[in-house]
């Protein structure tokens, strides 16, 4: 079966701007999570969506937001770029009642702000 | 407040040359310790989970293993495919997100 999408693969920004990110879970999984990976951070939690519920949010200013819709498509908006949001935005999917073991990353959106 | 940290940052080997990773880490309840391995342009893909002190997990050249403070994913034998970025994360109770560390940066060379 397919894997988890994200659209768009990269993306190009000035500081100011607002963006948005699509995340396609794999058939079936309902969990979303987010997490955005930077060389000296590393992978950092953002949020996680259950059922169109946020369940789970990292520390991220609210500038970083998530929504979830009935098909279980997930998309997360960052508004007023500033130029260290440029990062790579994974998203993830796991399947109803599985653990973080049955969790699936996607290629992820590389987004740069200049 | 919880954390992870991963040693060394990068580790270069010959092939056949063996060696471990350590991820250490500090949790106020361990749940579970992911491994991930990551390639270039590409999410982390799931390698193993461990639950308890003691327990090991093995696939192909990859051997994980965990204490009470830290977890060692040892390479035996590593072949240039193995070159990769290692992950590894906790779970803490009560919680379904993941604590990542930085990663080990593998390569190995023919």
């Known amino acids: 079966k397919a894997g988890v999408t994200q659209t768009p693969r990269y993306l190009i920004k000035t500081r100011g701007q607002q963006v948005t990110l699509s995340c396609s879970p794999i058939s079936g999984h309902r969990s979303v999570s987010w997490y955005q990976q930077t060389p000296g951070q590393g992978l950092q939690f953002l949020f996680e969506?259950?059922?169109?519920?946020?369940?789970n949010k990292g520390n991220f200013p609210g500038r970083f937001s998530g929504r979830q819709f009935s098909n279980s498509r997930s998309e997360m908006n960052v508004s007023t770029l500033e130029l260290g949001d440029s990062a790579l935005y994974l998203c993830?999917?796991?399947?109803?009642?599985?653990?973080?073991?049955?969790?699936?990353f996607g290629p992820g959106t590389r987004l740069l702000v200049l | 407040e919880d954390q992870v940290t991963q040693s060394p940052e990068a580790l270069r080997l010959q092939e056949g040359e063996s060696s471990s990773l350590n991820c250490s880490y500090t949790?106020?309840?361990?749940?579970?310790l992911f491994w991930y391995r990551q390639d270039p342009g590409k999410g982390p893909e799931f390698l193993f989970t461990?639950?308890?002190a003691g327990e090991e997990k093995e696939k192909e050249r990859l051997k994980a293993t965990l204490t009470k403070k830290e977890s060692f994913l040892h390479i035996t034998a590593p072949k240039p495919e193995d070159s990769a970025t290692y992950l590894c994360a906790v779970q803490a109770d009560n919680t379904d997100k993941l604590i990542f560390g930085t990663g080990t940066r593998l390569q190995v060379f023919p």
């Open positions: 461990l639950y308890s």
């Open positions: 949790v106020s309840g361990l749940r579970g």
């Open positions: 969506y259950f059922s169109e519920t946020q369940r």
């Open positions: 993830a999917s796991s399947s109803p009642g599985g653990g973080l073991e049955t969790q699936y």
